[in-house]
């Protein structure tokens, strides 16, 4: 079967560092992605990973471990407007060209 | 630069009707994508077009459901004999055709509430 699992919710202060982990089992792998997504609008892409190790954008990092199965999202200097849903995302192999997403993390920054 | 857009943004229906919304991608894009979402869940992926045709469709999407893009541009979904179970954000997503590595961009989505 395909699983993505992420934490349901997370709390954080402003100006912290938070780390929002994912662990994914699928049918094939051909990368994982990350997206942000305020209450109501659309889901933005953030990141994407398809080799083991470490993308950093801005103040968002991102970590791959295929052997592990496990991804993780890092924010740094946290800001109010990072107060969203985080949707972890793995494309599975073969010729599908469709995203499996996990139930998203709740990321409440607090000042 | 537009991204996706989606219309209509809401629709209120009631059961047994039918709806039908529209998406129009990001015009250098080719491929089209339709996803669910519910409350507090990610997207579940509906269906997939490469141009016009349709290569990829979800267990999820009964027969009930049809989506077109006679085109190759804009798309539609439609959905029959609307039911409760069917409430829900419609999410239209496009991509380049490319390498694994192009991002799906994202509509606002339409949200459907079935009274």
């Known amino acids: 079967g395909q699983n993505i699992d992420q934490p349901t919710e997370m709390t954080a202060t402003e100006g912290a560092i938070v780390q929002i982990n994912c662990t994914y089992q699928?049918?094939?792998?051909?990368?994982l992605f990350w997206y942000q997504q305020h209450a109501g609008e659309a889901p933005t892409f953030l990141s994407y990973?398809?080799?083991?190790g470490l993308e950093e954008k801005g103040r968002f990092s991102s970590f791959l471990s295929r052997s592990k199965g496990y991804s993780y999202l890092l924010l740094k200097e946290l800001q109010m407007k990072d107060s969203a849903s985080y949707l972890c995302?793995?494309?599975?192999?073969?010729?599908?060209?469709?995203?499996?997403f996990g139930t998203g993390t709740l990321l409440a920054v607090q000042p | 630069d537009t991204g996706v857009s989606q219309d209509p943004r809401h629709k209120i229906t009631k059961r047994g009707q039918n709806v039908t919304f529209r998406c129009d991608p990001i015009?250098?894009?080719?491929?089209l994508y339709w996803y669910r979402q519910t409350l507090g869940q990610g997207p579940e992926f509906l269906t997939y077009?490469?141009?016009?045709?349709?290569?990829?469709k979800s267990r999820l999407l009964s027969d009930r459901f049809s989506a077109e893009r006679p085109k190759g541009s804009f798309s539609t979904l439609e959905i029959q004999r609307t039911e409760q179970g069917d409430s829900a954000m419609y999410l239209c997503a496009s991509s380049l055709d490319s390498y694994s590595n192009q991002p799906q961009h994202f509509g606002d989505g339409t949200r459907l509430s079935i009274l």
């Open positions: 990973n398809v080799l083991d």
């Open positions: 015009s250098e894009h080719n491929r």
């Open positions: 699928t049918s094939g792998f051909n990368g």
């Open positions: 077009f490469q141009n016009e045709a349709q290569l990829e």
């Open positions: 995302a793995v494309k599975g192999g073969g010729a599908t060209n469709k995203l499996i």
